[in-house]
T-cell receptor
């Protein structure tokens, strides 16, 4: 069966410090991978998605970046954190079946998230 | 720009009640609509996925309906239990976003079922 792991579960960082959050998926190959952020009282916002190694699309401002060095590893990074980066970060994966009807209707499976607090 | 709204924001009911959670979206050009459950401090669990060509999906005590033309979906929970307490999120796969598989989420309905 497929599993998704995120770490760390919680993180407290000072403003201006770097960030690295990791996500790995097991039990599947060539998944689509996603990073979301959930701010308090708001819906999830898609930050990045990836359809393959080194193939990443961004949906948000440039303070954050994402990398996919291996097929089932997705990393969210920042060189200098801002107060506004606080939130709950979620990684997700879905089966990659192309851009047709079958591919679009694959559910996304989420990790347990990382609670990031910036001081 | 697609926007997803969920009403009510919070709901508290006694155990055993049947209840309805509402979701509305502004652009009817969607590929599918999904309902998720989120427990406090946890990730999301997929509950139901309704394709754009479908009207409803059922799983156990859950039933979700989709009316694309009016931009609405409802999640019906029968015979609610304290274990159903969680935040329920609605999301649409927006057919006209920059990339496929981009889910647009509502802010959720926080449900509390008390014994």
């Amino acid at each position: 069966s497929q599993t998704i792991h995120q770490w760390p579960a919680t993180l407290v960082q000072p403003v201006g410090s770097p960030l690295s959050l990791e996500c790995t998926v097991e039990g599947t190959s060539n998944p689509n991978l996603y990073w979301y952020r959930q701010a308090a009282g708001r819906g999830l916002q898609l930050l990045f998605y990836s359809i393959g190694i080194d193939q990443i699309s961004s949906e948000v401002p440039q303070n954050l970046s994402a990398s996919r060095p291996q097929d089932r590893q997705f990393i969210l990074s920042s060189k200098k954190l801002l107060l506004s980066d606080s939130g709950f970060y979620l990684c997700a994966w879905s089966v990659s079946l192309g851009q047709g009807v079958l591919g679009r209707n694959q559910p996304q499976h989420f990790g347990d998230g990382t609670r990031l607090s910036i001081l | 720009k697609q926007e997803v709204t969920q009403i009510p924001a919070a709901l508290s009911v006694p155990e055993g009640e049947n209840l309805v959670l509402n979701c509305s979206f502004t652009d009817s050009a969607i590929y599918n609509l999904q309902w998720f459950r989120q427990d406090p401090g946890k990730g999301l669990t997929s509950l139901l996925l309704i394709q754009s060509s479908q009207r409803e999906q059922t799983s156990g005590r859950l039933n979700a309906s989709l009316d694309k033309s009016s931009g609405r979906s409802t999640l019906y929970i029968a015979a609610s239990q304290p274990g159903d307490s969680a935040t329920y999120l609605c999301a649409v796969l927006d057919g006209f976003s920059g990339g496929y598989n981009k889910l647009i989420f509502g802010a959720g309905t926080r449900l509390a079922v008390h014994p």
